[in-house]
């Protein structure tokens, strides 16, 4: 702490700092942070230049989260909009370079009307699409209201009359089926008033699952239903809000689609956005803006400021239609589950399900669709339980196929029954969405069988499997050819 205490502090010629606030100026610093910038002088929401034994380092020093550790100073870069944090033992000087308290709160905006436009509603659930960062916990969290998106992004008006409405403020961990259930209910009543698309903001984690059970709930669409978020907080300088509500919304008011979809960044960059099926997409990647990917099949179609590169023919997805009414069916049995098969499974998670009254079961297998052995008799127990058991595969890619082995036809003699290539998420929406209607095990097994929005596809297309692994040669020659 020694070599802290030695760092020395200033402040530039001709800047002027307001009065000491106690409770602001080090607000959220504490132990050997707080005595450094009490002892150079420093101070929350300063321009400042660390000098350190790492290099130099020069932007706005942040407030701390009241949980954070004692060892680092946060400042956000001036040149990329970064934060950072700074260990105190090896900073040596602190210059003082300006001060302009930050406003992280976005002022809701009234939304200009313009007749000629047509007329989408946004209806915000939560998550970082309507998120910013709150310095007091250093989390982000849904702080805004869907409202205020024009304030952030004032170029929807030039697309359509945006009205908002906060349904939820919620992480998407935290969206379940009493979630979907109301979210579907109001969009029937916004595509009842006559808007031309809906737009439903939502964080990413769990936004497939929203998108598949609003497939199911949401029938006979006569516009887009586009549900979008972003990876990364508004107040980020790579954050892909902005993006993506632009383009969501541009489709919403657009776009020739009568169906549920997800709209995110297509590439890494920001060239155009992927309008997925709501069935048949996934988040793929943690943090990646293009996390969104369609699998076992292909996007509907690319979307930008221009306009829409279709990827579907026609007949390959559901139009825009203005004669159709919307048909609502929010049926729902929430006693479900995912049971993702890994080696040396035991029997007595099945036992378990039987006993706690699980109605429907998903299982994500191994291989065409496999589980091993000393699990048959806990599934028998189950199905003889009135348990509905369906087999998709972990792959994720291609199909069931569990006449190959002896091992998938056993498991259908048990009476599970396979689910061709719907996703394990998919079918697990889908079968609490079956069970909502009907308990009676022929009844369930042809709602789950017949697809509703192409959860099952009869093949893949050729290009509906690509993964791009780094240093394969094709790669490297695309990367040359096309990347600079």
Same mark, same amino acid.
């Given at each position: 702490?020694?070599?802290?205490?030695?760092?020395?502090?200033?402040?530039?010629?001709?800047?002027?700092?307001?009065?000491?606030?106690?409770?602001?100026?080090?607000?959220?610093?504490?132990?050997?942070?707080?005595?450094?910038?009490?002892?150079?002088?420093?101070?929350?929401?300063?321009?400042?230049?660390?000098?350190?034994?790492?290099?130099?380092?020069?932007?706005?020093?942040?407030?701390?989260?009241? +949980? %954070?550790?004692?060892?680092?100073?946060? !400042?956000?870069?001036?040149?990329? #909009?970064?934060? @950072? &944090?700074?260990?105190? /033992? *090896?900073?040596?000087?602190?210059?003082?370079?300006?001060?302009?308290?930050?406003?992280?709160?976005?002022?809701?905006?009234?939304?200009?009307?313009?007749?000629?436009?047509?007329?989408?509603?946004?209806?915000?659930?939560?998550?970082?699409?309507?998120?910013?960062?709150?310095?007091?916990?250093?989390?982000?969290?849904?702080?805004?209201?869907?409202?205020?998106?024009?304030?952030?992004?004032?170029?929807?008006?030039?697309?359509?009359?945006?009205?908002?409405?906060?349904?939820?403020?919620?992480?998407?961990?935290?969206?379940?089926?009493?979630?979907?259930?109301? +979210? %579907?209910?109001?969009?029937?009543?916004? !595509?009842?008033?006559?808007?031309? #698309?809906?737009? @439903? &903001?939502?964080?990413? /984690? *769990?936004?497939?699952?929203?998108?598949?059970?609003?497939?199911?709930?949401?029938?006979?669409?006569?516009?887009?239903?586009?549900?979008?978020?972003?990876?990364?907080?508004?107040?980020?300088?790579?954050?892909?809000?902005?993006?993506?509500?632009?383009?969501?919304?541009?489709?919403?008011?657009?776009?020739?689609?009568?169906?549920?979809?997800?709209?995110?960044?297509?590439?890494?960059?920001?060239?155009?956005?992927?309008?997925?099926?709501?069935?048949?997409?996934?988040?793929?990647?943690?943090?990646?803006?293009?996390?969104?990917?369609?699998?076992?099949?292909?996007?509907?179609?690319?979307?930008?400021?221009?306009?829409?590169?279709?990827?579907? #023919?026609?007949?390959?997805?559901?139009?825009?239609?203005?004669?159709?009414?919307?048909?609502?069916?929010?049926?729902?049995?929430?006693?479900?589950?995912?049971?993702?098969?890994?080696?040396?499974?035991?029997?007595?998670?099945?036992?378990?399900?039987?006993?706690?009254?699980?109605?429907?079961?998903?299982?994500?297998?191994?291989?065409?669709?496999?589980?091993?052995?000393?699990?048959?008799?806990?599934?028998?127990?189950?199905?003889?339980?009135?348990?509905?058991?369906?087999?998709?595969?972990?792959?994720?890619?291609?199909?069931?196929?569990?006449?190959?082995?002896?091992?998938?036809?056993?498991?259908?003699?048990?009476?599970?029954?396979?689910?061709?290539?719907?996703?394990?998420?998919?079918?697990?929406?889908?079968?609490?969405?079956?069970?909502?209607?009907?308990?009676?095990?022929?009844?369930?097994?042809?709602?789950?069988?017949?697809?509703?929005?192409?959860?099952?596809?009869?093949?893949?297309?050729?290009?509906?499997?690509?993964?791009?692994?780094?240093?394969?040669?094709?790669?490297?020659?695309?990367?040359?050819?096309?990347?600079?």
């Amino acid at each position: 702490m020694s070599d802290v205490l030695q760092a020395t502090g200033s402040v530039k010629d001709g800047v002027t700092l307001p009065a000491a606030d106690a409770k602001e100026d080090l607000k959220g610093y504490r132990g050997q942070a707080r005595t450094l910038l009490e002892t150079t002088g420093a101070r929350v929401w300063a321009s400042v230049r660390l000098d350190t034994t790492q290099g130099s380092f020069v932007g706005t020093l942040l407030p701390r989260s009241e +949980t %954070a550790d004692d060892k680092h100073l946060v !400042i956000k870069l001036t040149h990329n #909009g970064y934060n @950072i &944090g700074v260990r105190v /033992d *090896t900073i040596t000087h602190i210059e003082i370079i300006g001060y302009k308290k930050a406003n992280y709160q976005i002022p809701e905006k009234a939304f200009p009307y313009d007749e000629k436009k047509p007329n989408v509603t946004l209806l915000g659930t939560g998550g970082t699409i309507a998120s910013r960062l709150d310095y007091r916990t250093g989390a982000v969290i849904p702080a805004f209201s869907p409202g205020e998106l024009y304030g952030a992004v004032p170029e929807l008006a030039d697309i359509a009359n945006l009205e908002t409405r906060k349904l939820y403020g919620e992480f998407s961990e935290n969206i379940g089926p009493k979630h979907w259930i109301g +979210t %579907a209910q109001e969009v029937v009543k916004e !595509i009842e008033r006559g808007v031309a #698309g809906v737009v @439903i &903001g939502h964080g990413t /984690d *769990t936004m497939h699952y929203t998108a598949a059970a609003l497939s199911f709930m949401l029938q006979d669409l006569p516009c887009p239903v586009v549900v979008v978020g972003s990876q990364r907080s508004s107040d980020r300088p790579s954050s892909d809000a902005a993006y993506n509500l632009l383009r969501a919304v541009k489709t919403a008011a657009e776009g020739d689609f009568g169906e549920v979809m997800v709209c995110m960044f297509g590439p890494t960059s920001d060239s155009y956005g992927l309008l997925h099926r709501g069935t048949r997409v996934r988040k793929m990647h943690s943090s990646y803006r293009s996390t969104f990917r369609t699998l076992s099949d292909t996007p509907i179609a690319r979307v930008d400021s221009t306009g829409f590169g279709m990827i579907k #023919g026609p007949g390959q997805f559901k139009p825009r239609n203005s004669d159709l009414k919307p048909k609502l069916d929010t049926a729902f049995e929430e006693k479900v589950t995912i049971l993702w098969y890994y080696p040396n499974m035991q029997p007595d998670i099945i036992y378990s399900m039987i006993e706690n009254g699980y109605k429907g079961i998903v299982i994500a297998g191994t291989g065409l669709g496999h589980v091993n052995k000393p699990l048959y008799p806990a599934i028998k127990a189950a199905v003889e339980a009135g348990v509905h058991i369906y087999m998709t595969v972990q792959t994720l890619w291609g199909y069931v196929q569990m006449y190959v082995y002896d091992t998938g036809r056993d498991i259908m003699e048990l009476g599970v029954t396979p689910l061709g290539n719907m996703l394990p998420e998919v079918a697990y929406v889908k079968l609490g969405w079956a069970l909502g209607h009907t308990q009676d095990r022929e009844e369930v097994k042809q709602l789950m069988l017949t697809p509703v929005n192409g959860e099952i596809t009869e093949r893949e297309p050729i290009d509906g499997y690509l993964v791009m692994q780094g240093g394969l040669p094709e790669l490297e020659d695309y990367f040359k050819r096309y990347r600079v």
